[in-house]
């Protein structure tokens, strides 16, 4: 048997109008997700994007409320954040909703961080791009320090801790489950150093211009679990890595005897998770899509 993978469905976007019933949609696929027995649900972060020619920015309802509603509509499904712009907020504030939303849930967050990448969004938000780099790894050991409990005396660009604390802490002992998102290299290091998990996106060459990210795919997979594999040895890291492929078609898996053999690869590279979507516009549609994929799944021996 190939090695079993985990699965996130990625819920869809708001509707342009204010239709209550669209939430009730993203309800019924989590419920639906919960029934299959697949793991987790997820939603993106995009807080105020530019939407126009040549830029990937796209709608997106708040994360934090969505899965904290969810929260509260189930009980075993997992709330995935994929992936939270840390550079848009304090790392205080992160740490502060996503300990409680694990708190609530009974510690179900899964919470994947990034840089981000659309300058007209950190513009809009007055959100400093151009240090997100270097300011990245202090936001993530600020965010750690603060679920400990204890006093945190630390500074950053833009903010200043002086003995504050946090409390209560989260569900989960030490913090949440944090994964790093990003496709370079860069990312790998920084997941295998101080990250639960790596969660690479499929971009073709195109999207790659517009996200400024490089590309991934089945094909260039391979060579960036490589270079995973490389960095844990050069790090010396002992504890297991998830990594969570994240598949942006919407219809990849319905020609079945293909995906089979997609997800029978994924799992001997050994990706440990795969967040997906399937077509389909009601809610009844899309949760007999998830059904049928999580049969596709099993079929194809990376399921129970």
């Known amino acids: 048997m190939s090695n079993r993978i985990n699965f996130s469905f990625s819920l869809p976007r708001p509707d342009p109008e204010p239709d209550p019933s669209s939430i009730d949609t993203c309800l ?3 419920e639906g997700v919960e029934r299959s027995g697949l793991e987790a649900v997820s939603v993106s972060d995009h807080p105020f994007p530019l939407e126009q020619p040549g830029q990937a920015g796209h709608q997106a309802h708040d994360p934090f409320v969505m899965l904290g509603y969810l929260a509260g509509a189930t009980s075993s499904v997992r709330l ?8 848009y907020r304090n790392p205080f504030l ?42 990245f790894a202090g936001s993530v050991a600020a965010m750690r320090a603060a679920w400990t409990g204890e006093p945190v005396t630390l500074s950053g660009r833009g903010w200043r801790a002086a003995g504050n604390r946090m409390l209560p802490v989260p569900f989960t002992s030490p913090h949440p489950v944090l994964w ?8 790998i290091d920084h997941a295998v150093r101080d990250f639960d998990g790596w969660s690479p996106f499929e971009v073709n060459e195109a999207g790659s211009a517009m996200t400024r990210s490089a590309s991934s795919s089945l094909s ?19 504890t297991p ?38 077509a389909g516009t009601e809610a009844a549609e899309i949760v007999d899509n998830i059904d049928r994929f999580a049969e596709l799944a099993r079929r194809a021996g990376v399921r129970d």
Not at 180 to 187: E, I, K, L
Request: aromatic share 6%.
């Open 28 to 30: 019924a696929i989590a």
């Open 80 to 87: 995935h954040f994929s992936l939270i712009v840390l550079p």
């Open 94 to 135: 992160v740490a502060r909703m996503l300990g409680t939303l694990d708190l609530v849930s009974r510690g179900r967050v899964i919470a994947a961080l990034g840089l981000g990448y659309l300058r007209p969004e950190f513009e809009a938000l007055g959100a400093d791009r151009e240090h997100r780099v270097e300011d």
């Open 180 to 187: 790093c998102g990003g496709n370079t290299q860069r990312a």
């Open 220 to 238: 260039t997979l391979p060579d960036q679990l490589a270079g995973l594999r490389e960095s844990i040895e050069r790090q010396g890291r002992t």
């Open 241 to 278: 890595i998830d990594v969570c492929f994240v598949r942006t078609s919407r219809r990849w898996h319905q020609d079945e005897s293909r995906a089979i053999d997609e997800l029978g690869r994924l799992a001997e590279l050994g990706v440990t998770w795969v967040e997906f979507t399937v």
